[in-house]
T-cell receptor, first 113, second 115 residues
Framework: KAGVTQTPRYLIKTRGQQVTLSCSPISGHRSVSWYQQTPGQGLQFLFEYFSETQRNKGNFPGRFSGRQFSNSRSEMNVSTLELGDSALYLC????????????FGPGTRLTVL | GENVEQHPSTLSVQEGDSAVIKCTYSDSASNYFPWYKQELGKRPQLIIDIRSNVGEKKDQRIAVTLNKTAKHFSLHITETQPEDSAVYFCAASKGGRGGADGLTFGKGTHLIIQP
């Protein structure tokens, strides 16, 4: 099976703009989770989607949002970008019902100038 | 919410020696504990995981132990090799029949294998 894929791999934006990142899970996986990775804060959970519904949410402001489509692909959106949003954004997929093991994608490196 | 502490932040061992990384968690409801390895510029890769109904799990040179009472779990790597050099993350979650829950990660351990 193909692994988790994310697009784009790199992104440069300026403060105040918004950005949309995309994640395609492993075929057959219905759960997609999003994480932010920074040198200072490490890996932090943003939210998880299962069957098009947000099932879990971390402690991030409302500027961070996401959605999941019927084919399990997921997008996350960050509005009104701040310098501190510069990070590696990782998505992970899991079977969602019988399995909890999460497999990560390569990430999207977002730089906010 | 859950809090995961990981120690040490950096670990340097001689090639062929063993390495041990320790994590503690705060939420007694957590029941799933994976370990990920992340090489520079790459995605985290699952290397081993353990569920709360198991005390120990082994996969070749890698083993994980879990002490539910003390709320801590450890990663053991034996006969370390240069390719083991990476950052290792522990994590905890309350994943259950409902599926994946958000993983709470430790801050990571930079493992350096000295030739």
């Amino acid at each position: 099976k193909a692994g988790v894929t994310q697009t784009p791999r790199y992104l440069i934006k300026t403060r105040g703009q918004q950005v949309t990142l995309s994640c395609s899970p492993i075929s057959g996986h219905r759960s997609v989770s999003w994480y932010q990775q920074t040198p200072g804060q490490g890996l932090q959970f943003l939210f998880e989607y299962f069957s098009e519904t947000q099932r879990n949410k971390g402690n991030f402001p409302g500027r961070f949002s996401g959605r999941q489509f019927s084919n399990s692909r997921s997008e996350m959106n960050v509005s009104t970008l701040e310098l501190g949003d510069s990070a590696l954004y990782l998505c992970a997929s899991s079977a969602g019902t019988s399995g909890v093991t999460q497999y990560f994608g390569p990430g999207t490196r977002l730089t906010v100038l | 919410g859950e809090n995961v502490e990981q120690h040490p932040s950096t670990l340097s061992v001689q090639e062929g020696d063993s390495a041990v990384i320790k994590c503690t968690y705060s939420d007694s409801a957590s029941n799933y504990f994976p370990w990920y390895k992340q090489e520079l510029g790459k995605r985290p890769q699952l290397i081993i995981d353990i569920r709360s109904n198991v005390g120990e799990k082994k996969d070749q040179r890698i083993a994980v132990t879990l002490n539910k009472t003390a709320k801590h779990f450890s990663l053991h790597i034996t006969e370390t090799q240069p390719e083991d050099s990476a950052v290792y993350f522990c994590a905890a979650s309350k994943g259950g029949r409902g599926g994946a829950d958000g993983l709470t990660f430790g801050k990571g351990t930079h493992l350096i294998i000295q030739p």
